[in-house]
Every structure is written in C-alpha cells, then in structure tokens.
C-alpha cells in the first residue's frame, strides 16, 4: 500500500483501509499521496508501454535439475486521480488580494482548507477558466477573462499539477492571449492540456506516470463565445471533435497511456443534468477508449455516471467501463445562489495489475466525493473568498468564520448535492471526506 492510500484513510474517510474500501456573468460587487514523482514537465509520450521495473526478467542459472516454479503473484499498483471544476477570476475577486508593497497578488488564502486533500492526489488537475496573459493586456472578469499569473501559482501551490486550458474563454485576449497563457501556467509548474504554440506541440502527447500507472490527458472545448481562432492556428485550441478525439485517444493507447482521461468543456450553463449531446458523447468516447470523463462549463455541479460499454460495440473489441462526471461545478467563483458557488473535489481510485500471462490490467474501482462551497465575506466593501469542503467543515467545525447557521445550512446543502450526484449510477456509493 503506498502512502497515498495509507492518508486516504483519514482525508476521505476512516473506512478506506487498504485500497479505498467500500456562464460566468456574475462581476457584480454585491452577494453576499502526496505526489510520486517530482513535478512534472509536459512531456512526451514514453518510448514503451510498460514501465522498466514492471518489464524486467531475471537471469536463471540451469543447475541440471527441474524445480517446479511457483506461481508468480499478481503484482499490484494503485494510484488516484483528483478532479475539480472551474477556477474562476470574477473582478470582485481581485482587490482583497493584492498588496500594496510588494505590488503582487497572493490568492493562496482561496485553497487553505483543501489543500490538505489536493496533497493526497498523485494526479491533480482542474479547469482553468481564464487566460493568464499579463497586466498589460489589463485583469478583466466577464465577458472576457484575464487573471494576474498568481492565480496560477497559488494554484499550483496549492497541488493541483495539471490544468485544462481547452474552454470557451480560451481566446478572451486573442491568439497572444494563448501564448502568454501557457507561458504563465509552466512557469507556475502546471502543465497545460488543451491548448497549444504550435501544430508540432499540438500533437505532443501528455502521458504523467504515478506509482508505475501511466496516464494521458486531452482536453477539448465546444467553441470560443465566437471569437475565431485563426484559420492558420486551428492548433491554438482543441475543439470537440469524435474523430479527432478518438485518434487522439488511439495515439495515447499507442504511446502506452495504461489510462487516457478527457476533459471535455460541454454542455448548457446552470443547467444541472447532462442532456443528450453529452451523454452522447461520453459514451461514444467510453467506445473509443477513454476511461475517465471530466466535464465543465455548466457553472453547476452535474452527476456522476458509470458507462458499460460491451465488446460488441468497443473499438477494440473489448468490454469497456468508463467514468464520467457531466460537471464538477465551480470551484473558485464570484458566482453565487442556484448552485452556482458549489463545486465538487472529484477522486477516481485506479488499480494496475499483473496478469499470470506478464500483460497489465488496469481499471477504475472506487470514486470519492468532497462536494465544496466558496465562502464569500465582505468587509468594507472587500470581498473575501475561501473553498471549504462540506464533509471535513461539518466533521471538524473548525473554520472560525463559519457561523452554527452557516454549519447548519452547509449540512443541508451537502445532503442535497450528495442525492444529485448519485441520480445516474445510484449503485456507485462514493466515499465522502473525513
């Protein structure tokens, strides 16, 4: 057991012994495991399939005698994906944090209290709702984004590793926006997926190994808000496209990806279940290939679902089973009432197995749920802003700006978000924080 499991036994719940048993309108100033491996760069696909120290053979010495050999066990590695949704920089968001003598921001404050479960994550990515282009190109909410680059390093000081950059207010400052975006985000130590500076970086595939599990990411949006992305620089943004997703997914399966997770910014904002072109969809990638689906841009939190594809109708002729959650919500917003400032903290236990026959085996087979809500405060004026978990805020009681009727009102809302997440797959039983 690796010591991501062991801290999930406290962070998600005390019944994970072993393996884990068991849009964006609102700029108005008034409303109320530790990681495996160092940070990762974006990189290429390995040059094999399997890890070195899983493919290896020892030597035998022939001693002119026969010695039964005994079965060999399968060998086990686990590992687990953390997912949120949108990280958001409404204009209200901006002036509590900036300091007037150092003359930066420090957003850190925002993820202090998840933090702690971020850190249990070997994989952690998030959607990353706004460009990070630069004051000069002047820090703007809606309709068009542009957020000071220390968003992206409180971000990653908080553990997120990775952030989807495919979404509808990708182009908010133009094609240079892109640039500068992917610019801010690696020099923060994130790695970026969706968006590219080239058509040869377009085609780089992002396979991150944890504990021996290789994953690939992809991410795509459905459009822009209509802003073009230049016809010679279709590679800036990836654009939600079957065929050119299910190519991609066979390239990541090809470079030795043991799991390919799409994050896919679909569907109808504020809209809290998925309708018929993202079920759809989800399904037809399952087909292809994909195993985890992350999802965004409703703003509201949508459920989870299992997809059983059987070998009949995969591509590889295989049976599948994939996991989607249709939306993970708002994770940092100024976006509040309707849903709107509840988000979800997202985790998907995976499990890789050796066969007797030497091939791998890997799959999904327990999720976490750590629904989350953005406290707002103001303060002469000021808003202040912090995500705090439900389950670990109601089982500690120990945030001291949270009220007995904020508390109160926080267990109502989790008991409601908990019913919706498990209306598609009421037969999976996530585990909450603790």
Sequence with gaps: MNGLVKRLIHSFTIGLLAIWLAGCSNDSQTAPSTSHAPTPSESTAPSSALPSNLSSASATVDTGTTTPKEPQEPETREATLIAIGDIMAHSPQLPGYYDQVTKRYDFSSWFSEVAPIFSQGDWVIGNLETPIAGKDLKFTGFPRFNAPKELAEAVKGAGVQLVSTANNHAMDRGYP????????VKKAGLIPVGTSSSAVNRQRLIIEERNGIRMGFLAYSYGTNGIPVPPEKSYAINLIDVDVIRDDIARM????????????????EYQRLPNADQTTLARELVKSGADIILGSHPHVVQPYAEIDVPATESDDGTDRKGIVIYSLGNFISNQTGDWKDVGLIFGIHLVKT???DGTYETHWDKIAAEPTWVQILVKNKIKTYKVIPLNRALAKKDIPSLTAKDYANLRIKLSQINKHLAKLSPHLKPTPAK
């Design 354 to 356: 050796r066969l007797d």
């Design 177 to 184: 926006g892109i640039l500068r975006t992917l610019d801010n």
């Design 253 to 268: 399966k090809q470079a030795g990806a043991d799991v390919v997770t799409v994050s896919l910014h679909f569907g109808i």
